[in-house]
């Protein structure tokens, strides 16, 4: 399946391509974005840690059908990448998105995880949404439960930061389109 442009009220979401990972390179290896992704992510973070992450994985991945990744632009700035959102299929962990801090807080993951929410279960035909989440970053819950997600599961994982308390966050499909009904 083609990846798409979606939009929301405020925000551009592009197909991530090769060419973004100049504007990643400079916004995302900060400390307040990367402490809570998982540990896979290498810290402190390569001066070539973008273009390796799109080139090799990223976009492999979404050649593939496996994985859906966007660039999240404001329509104020268009042309600035302010965090990236994926989609990726398996079991266990479906989504995942950072934004940088400037832009925190004003509700646009919640906005963009809405918009992706739905082309995974409309679109993808997906049944299930997992996402699993350090218990401390109460922002990223606070998202999830705004949502509709709940907790299903806790256990202990390692992220960037360490090992911590982490907690796996579930959406259905028969859930997310009762949702839709009821707003």
């Known amino acids: 399946m083609e990846i798409t442009r979606l939009d929301t009220a405020r925000l551009i979401l592009l197909p991530l391509q090769s060419s973004d990972a100049i504007q990643v390179q400079q916004v995302f290896p900060r400390w307040e974005i990367v402490r809570h992704l998982v540990n896979a992510i290498p810290w402190p973070y390569p001066a070539d840690g973008a273009s390796r992450y799109i080139d090799d994985m990223a976009l492999p991945a979404m050649a ?10 404001h329509r104020s700035q268009p042309d600035n990448l302010i965090g990236l959102i994926s989609l990726r299929l398996g079991a266990e962990d ?34 299930r ?4 989440k350090a218990m401390d970053n109460h ?4 998202i999830s439960e705004r949502t509709g997600m709940r ?11 360490g090992e911590l308390e982490a907690g796996t966050w579930e959406l259905t499909r028969e859930e997310w389109l009762a949702r839709q009904t009821s707003d």
């Open 64 to 73: 593939a059908g496996q994985a859906w990744h966007w660039s999240l632009r």
């Open 94 to 127: 479906n989504r995942g998105f950072w934004l940088v801090p400037e832009w925190q807080g004003q509700g646009l993951m919640s906005e963009a995880c809405e918009t992706v929410t739905a082309f995974w279960f409309e679109h993808l035909q997906q049944p």
């Open 129 to 132: 949404l997992r996402v699993p």
């Open 139 to 142: 922002a990223s819950r606070r």
């Open 151 to 161: 907790l299903v599961d806790t256990y202990r994982k390692t992220f960037v930061e």
